[in-house]
């Protein structure tokens, strides 16, 4: 299904990188080629499995907000998790204005270290992987929260995430009908035509308040920066699961307050939520509810039939650790790694010196 | 002088990356050539000029403590800056037990990124690269800071930096003479074989007390993590510039504290310096002169020859970007450079979804 790369030829007179020299690493071509291989909604299935695993050992990690480094025009952050065997990280970028100039709003990639000796295991493309693990942790929420039995979701915003979040929710909870809404027809007929090959039905809606129609789920995924009220108080009836996607930095939120009044709030890490997500416009001290804690049984899920609930979703270091292990545990199998030489390894840990000279001949 | 590597192979069905998914990378087997190419202490010069560059405009950078996890046998650390057009991050492990099990103790690679869009425009190899900066950063302070006419320095340790703080001492600041003391003669027969290969007379010495006879600066670059006292106070005479290296972790120092109470002390970025530096030993309010305000000519260097001058070294994340800029600026003229397939391209970014679509053919 793909490819292993040679290594590199080398100067003829510097010796052989050594097997400690290696790093694993998953290029996007061959991110690709494992994903299309398991089949996207398998992979998926086998991601939310991933993420549900450790959320479940959720105080077993090492937790840190993410570090950014804000400019103009966008943020570069570090995202960094650990529990007592491995350490992940994830770069990830996001520049709103990337779009206009023809680059992606967001990339990424990320590394799984091991914690005993500190060499990384892994590198890898995590663009696509992101994409991936943000729809498998969306719809796992949604598993854990929706109202039994639905079929129907919304979904406000055809970006990047839209076809990723509707077979996730059609592979983990069941969705057989999306009701899509553009503020760009473009992207809706992108986004139906891109299901369509999928065979899932979707449904090209002329506004919010249309596409919410009958939907048991609202998913928003839009981008714009900026508080945004995509949903309107009025537009949420009970019963309602909310997947909030897009309101993920200061500033930037989707929902009107008063849906968060009325709704039941559940968040990954509310120290970081709280500063990103919808929570922004509520009390430092609204009550919300972690999923990791619900997943455990340690806290109440959907309370009744009626309850409106929202997944204040931001995305944490957590979900990026079980994609990592993921494309660790998958990818070499797979024949979807190549290796790369990015660690010195001397054959005398001290004469690093050595090493050098000798490449020189 | 090296190789540049073409774009691996890829299924027939999928698209070629497109020039922006590319990330140029320098890997082990390439920076040793492109040091080699350049030679070792022409490397080191142009080195300590970039670092010597960014100090000189340290206000411009936007600085962030290291992101640190612990763990039993060590630790793994982000150490993150930007100005405001690029952004540069280094992951780096420091586990002192990886000797005696045929690892490096200190691994190392980084990434320098485009502020205005957060693309990646390298990633490197920055095992090597850290032992050169870390080198070339003690000999531009040597420079400022040692006594006039200096030609002998005393180095105690001699581990993976000795050789390359011996050579830089020799590029940048004219030492003629290495005397150099370690606990294991082997490790000393190593780096005396190493320099004379380079023609620097190295001499080995049976103890702390004999290397630092005569010498007119004193570098400690001992691997213990532990408080240690490699220099007593009756061994450092009037006018003596310390290069202490090794202590660069809460609980390792290895300077007696007496030591440090008669000399001027400098640093690079006292907040950090405080928690991992020699002056962990001092009170909290302890004066200390940042390195940056003395190149800038905003603090006094040297006081006058009896002083005792100490740089307490731990390393920032300034000299790691400045030798990501030297890496990106010199490595691609040089042929060292080979490209990566790390982010994903869509032709329309937001159809990150056709793209993985039409990948599986």
Same sequence: chains 1, 2.
Wanted: glycine letters at 8%; aromatic letters at 6%; proline letters at 6%.
């Amino acid at each position: 299904m793909t490819h292993s790369v040679p290594p590199p030829p080398r100067p003829a007179t510097a010796p052989a990188p050594s097997e400690l020299a290696w790093v694993p690493f998953v290029s996007v071509q061959n991110m690709m080629a494992l994903i299309n291989g398991i089949g996207l909604e398998t992979a998926l299935r086998e991601l939310a499995d991933y993420i549900e695993a450790d959320f479940r050992r959720w105080p077993d990690f090492d937790k840190t907000p993410r570090v950014a480094s804000h400019s103009r025009d966008g943020v570069i952050e570090l995202m960094p998790t650990a529990d007592a065997e491995s350490y992940g990280f994830k770069y990830v970028n996001g520049h709103p204005a990337n779009l206009k100039a023809g680059f992606q709003t967001v990339t990424a990639f990320g590394v799984l270290a091991s914690v005993a000796n500190g060499y990384p295991l892994l590198l890898t493309e995590m663009t696509v992987l992101t994409a991936l693990r943000t729809a498998a942790t969306s719809a796992l929420v949604g598993r854990l929260l929706a109202p039994k039995g639905a079929r129907t979701m919304a979904m406000i915003g055809a970006g990047a995430q839209c076809e990723f979040q509707a077979l996730a929710f059609r592979a983990i909870c069941g969705i057989e009908t999306v009701r899509i809404h553009d503020i760009d027809p473009a992207a809706t007929a992108k986004a139906l035509r891109n299901l369509a090959r999928h065979g899932l039905e979707a449904v090209a809606c002329g506004s919010a308040q249309d596409a919410v129609e009958g939907a048991e789920i609202v998913t928003t995924c839009t981008a714009d920066k900026q508080n945004a009220t995509i949903l309107t108080d009025n537009m949420i009836g009970a019963g309602v699961h909310i997947n909030a996607i897009g309101g993920d930095c200061p500033g930037k939120t989707e929902l009107h307050r008063d849906i968060l009044l009325r709704a039941g709030i559940f968040v990954e890490y509310p120290p970081q939520t709280r500063i990103e997500g919808e929570i922004q416009q509520l009390a430092p001290d609204h009550e919300v509810t972690e999923i990791w804690q619900v997943l455990r049984g340690e806290a109440e899920g959907r309370r009744d039939a009626a309850q409106i609930t929202l997944f204040d979703s931001v995305g944490f270091a957590i979900e990026d650790f079980s994609a990592l292990r993921w494309v660790h545990d998958r990818a070499r199998a797979a024949g979807c790694v190549e290796r790369l030489d990015m660690l010195a390894d001397p054959d005398d840990p001290r004469d690093l010196f050595g090493m050098l000279d000798r490449a020189a001949g």
